[in-house]
């Protein structure tokens, strides 16, 4: 059974930095591309960052191009989201995501960046 498990949010202050983790069991990441999402307050859920599964191809939202950048180690079956410059708009819960013949999610974590 797959299991996505994400670990790292909490509150920051603007132009401050966080790293989230999504560390996966159940399944290979290697031979799978993640995501991750987020979804504020009110809003719907909106795709981050992405992936490919060697970790050779990135996309990310036009939001946090520049700032944010996700990453895979494959020895660890691990997708991290980097998020640097961190803007108050920026604060969400954040989930991973990988599918596999249906989407699988990880439980999210809540970002705040405040002062």
């Known amino acids: 059974q797959v299991q996505l498990v994400v670990s790292g949010g909490g509150l920051v202050q603007p132009a401050g930095s966080l790293r989230l983790s999504c560390a996966a069991s159940g399944c290979t990441l290697s031979r799978y591309g993640m995501s991750w999402y987020r979804q504020a307050p009110g809003k719907e859920r909106e795709l981050v960052a992405a992936i490919t599964s060697a970790g050779f191809s990135t996309n990310y939202a036009d939001s946090v191009k520049g700032r944010f950048t996700i990453t895979k180690d494959n020895a660890k079956n691990t997708v991290y989201l980097q998020m640097n410059s961190l803007k108050p708009e920026d604060t969400a819960v954040y989930y991973c995501?990988?599918?596999?013949?249906?989407?699988?999610w990880g439980q999210g974590t809540q970002v705040t960046v405040s002062s």
């Open positions: 995501s990988t599918y596999i013949r249906r989407n699988y």
